[in-house]
C-alpha cells in the first residue's frame, strides 16, 4: 500500500489555503470581506453575498475539519501553545509588542491552527500508525 499522506508541501499548501481565508476574511490593511461589507452597511449587494457564502463554506470546512479532528482541548493547547511562542519572542526582544503586530500574528496563528486542523489526522496516521474513521458500519 502507498503512502497517501501528505507530506511538507501538502501541509504548506492547507497552511496557504487557510491563510488566504483568515485574510481575505478579516485583515488590517483594509482590504477585506469585513471592510468591504461594512462600507455601505446594511445594504448588502448580490457580489458581497456571493463573497460571503463562499468565506463562509471556507469556515465551515476548515473548521469542521479542525474540531473533529483536534477537539476543543487540542485548540485550546494549540493557542496555549503559540501564545506561549509569543510571550517568549517578546520577552527575548525578538518581537515588538505592538498592537498591530499582533493582530497579524493572531492571523497567523489561526490559519496554522486551522491548516494544522485539517491536517492532524494525517500526522496522527504516521506517528502512530493508526487511522481516524468518522463513519462507522452498522452492518
Known amino acids: 500500500m502507498a503512502d497517501d499522506t501528505p ?32 462600507t455601505g452597511f446594511p445594504a448588502v449587494d448580490a457580489p458581497k453575498a456571493l463573497a460571503g457564502i463562499a468565506l463562509l463554506i471556507g469556515w465551515v470546512v476548515f473548521l469542521t475539519a479542525t474540531m473533529r479532528s483536534l477537539g476543543v ?31 497579524w500574528i493572531g492571523l497567523v496563528v489561526a490559519a496554522a491552527i486551522l491548516a494544522m486542523g485539517v491536517s492532524w489526522s494525517h500526522f496522527r496516521r504516521r506517528l502512530t500508525g493508526q487511522a481516524d474513521v468518522d463513519e462507522v458500519d452498522s452492518r
Open 73 to 103: 482541548a487540542g485548540v485550546l493547547l494549540a493557542i496555549a501553545f503559540c501564545a506561549a511562542l509569543v510571550w517568549v519572542a517578546v520577552q527575548f526582544g525578538w518581537l515588538e509588542a505592538k498592537a498591530r503586530a499582533f493582530v
Open 7 to 38: 507530506g511538507f508541501g501538502g501541509l504548506v499548501l492547507r497552511f496557504a489555503f487557510a491563510l488566504l481565508l483568515v485574510l481575505l476574511t478579516f485583515n488590517p490593511t483594509g482590504l477585506s470581506y469585513y471592510h468591504w461589507l461594512a
